[in-house]
Every structure is written in C-alpha cells, then in structure tokens.
C-alpha cells in the first residue's frame, strides 16, 4: 500500500468518512507490477472492488448507500470501469457503489459497452505532465459520456505527474524500467474479454506487443492533491448523497 493511500484514508477521516483499502496484491503473492504488467490483470481489481463492496456495506456503521469506489493508477483504471452496467451485472451482488473516482487512471483499453455505465457520478483526475498513463484517453471518454448524458466530469493539473498525490515522493522522480502503455490503442473486439492493439490486430500482452515501452517520470504536486482532496471530499460529503 502506498504513502498515497494511507495519506487519503487519514485525510478522509479527519472529513469523517470511513475508508477500507483494497490490497489485490499480497494475497497474490505480489509486491509490485510496474516491471511486469502481465502479473496481474486490471479486471480482477474489479471483481476484488465488488467483493470488497458486499463486505464493506454489512458493516452496521457504514450507509450501504453510501459507498464510493476510488482506485489510483491501475486501481484507478478499475474504478471507472466498474461503473459499466455490463460488469456490474458479472460481478456485482445486491448492493451499488454510489460513485466512481479515479487518479491518473488507466483510460486506453476500450471495452464493448464501455459508454454504457450505470447513473452514478464518476470523476477523473489527472496530471497533464502524466507520462505513464497520459491523460488525453481519459479526456475523450469523460466526454463521449457526458455525450450521453453521464455524470461524468474531468479534472487536470497542467504540471502534475503521475502519482502527484504522493506526499513522500520528489516533484520528479525518474523511473528506467516501468512498462507503459501509453502509446497503446487497445479495444475489446467482440465480447469476451481479450484485448487487442486495434492497429495490428494482434491480441495484446506486456510481453509481446511493440508497442510496450519503458522508462516513466512521476512524482508529488502539492497543489493538485490540494484541490482534488477538496474536489473528493466535497463529493462523497455532499448533502445530495445523504
């Protein structure tokens, strides 16, 4: 777990609001995935958020109907999809998430039904200077689905990097052997769940696909955690919700 994460369940508290973090990695068997992406997939932190959901909204002092989903990076990527009507019905139970918030999320693979999420509120944030997971795919999703009517909003920092809301990292901070994809088009050609680049056809893995490249800065915005602690805090708060 993070400095980021531990950082935001201490702020979320002073706001008194409860947090449960989701660790998809030690009952695996795994410390960190930057290096080798292939060792865990994005869609099982999906099913681990739903699961983690029909724990969390037992629990007498929690309002099942209150629950948010947050996720930063790869998590961050599997916040937003969660929000899918068509992975809700896979994997949820008899409970929903009352919203979706993502951090410099994942925004490049493009799933059948990916426009078609259930009416809940879903906010991205992210840094513009992000060159693990660029910012511009998350840009053009948040509007095709404000196209449709969403509650979807997008929020960037022009300076901030990934993992901006770090508190214990450097302003920049350079990192040789991270795999990206940012370079990546990725779509779900027929339902079923195998990604492909769509410009070579080729079904997609870390360890095969060109595309793949390494070498990542990230690194602590101070501002930008700032106002997006605000933004979060204001939204999981807010009167309309109770």
């Given amino acids: 777990m993070g400095n ?3 950082n935001w369940s201490r702020e979320l508290l002073k706001a008194d609001v409860a947090s449960f973090a ?24 999906v099913v681990d958020a739903y699961r983690a959901l029909d724990l969390v909204s ?11 989903l947050m996720g930063f990076s790869r998590g961050g ?21 009352a919203g979706f918030i993502g951090l410099y999320p994942t925004c490049n693979r493009v799933f059948q039904d990916g426009l078609d999420i259930v009416d809940k509120p879903v906010r991205i944030f992210h840094g513009l ?23 979807a909003t997008f929020t960037d920092y022009p300076d901030a990097r990934h993992v901006y809301d770090d508190p214990g990292l450097s302003p920049v901070v350079n990192l040789p052997n991270p795999q990206t994809t940012r370079k990546c088009p990725l779509i ?16 997609f893995t870390y360890a095969s696909d060109p595309c793949v490249e390494r070498g990542v800065t990230i690194g602590h915005h101070p501002d930008a ?18």
């Fill in 129 to 151: 200077a992000d060159d693990y997971v660029p910012p511009s795919r998350c840009r053009e999703l948040v509007g095709r689905l404000r196209e449709r009517g969403k509650d």
């Fill in 77 to 97: 990527g599997a916040a937003h999809w969660a929000a899918l009507r068509r992975f809700q019905r896979m994997y949820g139970g008899a409970d929903e998430f």
């Fill in 225 to 242: 955690l700032a106002e997006t602690m605000k933004a979060v805090k204001e939204l999981v708060t807010s009167p309309a919700t109770k």
């Fill in 22 to 45: 989701i660790d998809s990695f030690t009952g695996r068997a795994l410390l960190v995935t930057n290096n080798n992406q292939d060792l865990l997939s994005r869609m099982t932190m």
């Fill in 4 to 6: 980021n994460v531990e």
């Fill in 188 to 203: 779900e050609e027929a339902l079923g769940g195998v990604l492909v680049n769509s410009e070579t056809k080729q079904p």
């Fill in 58 to 68: 037992k629990h007498p002092r929690v309002d099942p109907q209150r629950i948010y």
